[in-house]
């Protein structure tokens, strides 16, 4: 498999200090930390990633 395109979240800080990335993986769908992706990822479901998603959007969450 190819190396996976990891992209940066467009609610992400604009200061650069909180800046998230995500990509479509082979298991599911990663979400790093882009200061430092070498220290991993977090690895969801499609669905529970999607479930985040709407959460965030709706304020759920409290981020």
Do not use: Y
């Not at 200061?35 to 499609?46: E, F, I, N, S, Y």
């Amino acid at each position: 498999m190819s190396q996976p395109i990891w992209r940066k979240a467009s609610r992400s800080n604009a200061s650069g200090n909180e800046c998230v990335e995500v990509a479509a993986l082979a298991e599911g769908r990663g979400i790093r930390d882009s200061k430092a992706p070498k220290a991993g990822h977090l690895t969801l479901a499609p669905d529970t990633f999607a479930q985040l998603i709407d959460r965030v959007k709706r304020g759920d969450l409290n981020i």
